[in-house]
């Protein structure tokens, strides 16, 4: 027996996390948001439904996308989304280490 249907805007969530596992929520307002643009040129409406207001780090419809990330966890789906900002956190802390602790950094914060 199939789940609930999923809105709109999970459902984008969700493909977009299956193609960009490594989003965060920064990174997927970003992708939703950019997905919503272009598909307002070439279909003339968006594809979530979202409704974008200023934030701090771009366009973002916070009931929205935090009502589909609810709905996406509701239906067993959340560890996707949890997953992906565990793997971007892994990339970011080996990346920093990586720029940050170069062989000559670490020999000179063991002195």
């Known amino acids: 027996m199939a789940g609930p249907a999923l809105t709109r805007t999970a459902q984008a969530l969700r493909l977009l996390l299956e193609v ?3 989003a965060g929520h920064t990174v997927l307002a970003k992708l939703a948001y950019l997905a919503d643009l272009l598909a307002r040129q070439h279909l003339g409406r ?5 409704e974008y207001t200023y934030d ?11 009502a589909a990330r609810d709905e996406l966890e509701g239906n067993g789906l959340g560890g996707a989304f949890y997953l992906a900002l565990y793997v971007m956190a ?17 020999a000179r914060s063991l002195d």
């Open 90 to 106: 892994i990339c970011a802390i080996t990346i920093l280490t990586h720029v940050f602790l170069t062989p000559e950094t670490r």
């Open 56 to 66: 701090n780090h771009g366009p973002f419809d916070r009931l929205r996308f935090y």
């Open 20 to 22: 960009a596992p490594g």
């Open 46 to 50: 968006p594809i979530t439904g979202m």
